[in-house]
C-alpha cells in the first residue's frame, strides 16, 4: 500500500502532461507505424503489450493525436484512454527520482506464490526491489508475456479483480495465439 500511494503520488505531478491510446494491432505493426516521417520529434511509444492483438501507446496530446490520424488512416481501430497521463513512457523519467528517493530501500522477502512480473514479462523469484518498483513507473507493460509465461507453467486459471473487466480480450487474444 506504501508503494502504491508514493507512486500515485508522485505520478500526480503528470497529469495533463499527456495520455495514453490502445490500439488494435500487435507490437510490430505499431512500432513501424511509430517510425512515420511525420511522427519525427514527436515522443509516442509503446507504453504496454497487452495480447498479439492490442498495443497500448503513450505520449504528449497532440503527438497521440498525430499517431491516431495515421491509425484513421490505415483503418486501424483505436481508443484514447480516459486518463491524462503517459504512464510507462520517458515522459515519467522526471517522476523516478523523487519516487525513488522517498521510497527508500525496501525490506522484502521473495515471494511465496508464482508472481509473474508485467515489469519483466517473467515469472520473478526474487524480491521486488525499489529498482523495480521504479521500472514499474517507466518501463512498457509487459502484459502479455507475463500472461504466456504463466500459462507456459502450466497455469490455466486467471481471475481479474477490478470494477470493469478490461483484461479478459487480452487473456482470452494472448491464450488464442
Do not use: C
Not at 508514493?6 to 505499431?30: C, D, F, I, W, Y
Not at 497521463?85 to 521510497?103: I, N, Q
Not at 504466456?148 to 473487466?165: C, K, N, Q, T, Y
Amino acid at each position: 500500500v506504501r508503494i502504491i500511494r508514493l507512486r500515485s503520488k508522485h505520478q500526480q505531478s503528470m497529469q495533463n502532461a499527456g495520455g495514453m491510446t490502445a490500439v488494435a494491432a500487435p507490437r510490430e505493426e505499431v512500432e513501424a507505424l511509430l517510425a512515420h516521417p511525420s511522427l519525427d520529434g514527436l515522443e509516442v511509444v509503446v507504453s504496454g503489450e497487452n495480447s498479439p492483438r492490442s498495443t497500448t501507446v503513450a505520449g504528449d496530446a497532440s503527438a497521440l493525436a498525430s499517431f491516431e490520424s495515421i491509425l484513421q488512416e490505415r483503418s486501424i481501430g483505436w481508443k484514447r484512454l480516459d486518463l491524462p497521463y503517459p504512464f510507462h513512457s520517458p515522459s515519467m523519467d522526471t517522476v523516478v527520482p523523487g519516487f525513488a528517493e522517498e521510497l527508500g530501500e525496501l525490506f522484502v522477502s521473495p515471494p511465496s506464490l508464482p508472481f509473474y512480473s508485467t515489469v519483466t514479462g517473467k515469472k520473478t523469484d526474487g524480491p521486488l526491489t525499489s529498482d523495480y518498483w521504479e521500472k514499474n513507473i517507466r518501463e512498457p507493460v509487459l502484459f502479455r508475456q507475463a500472461l504466456e509465461a504463466a500459462a507456459g507453467d502450466g497455469h490455466r486459471v486467471f481471475v481479474e479483480i477490478g470494477p470493469h473487466p478490461v483484461l479478459t480480450s487480452h487473456v482470452l487474444h494472448t491464450l488464442q495465439g
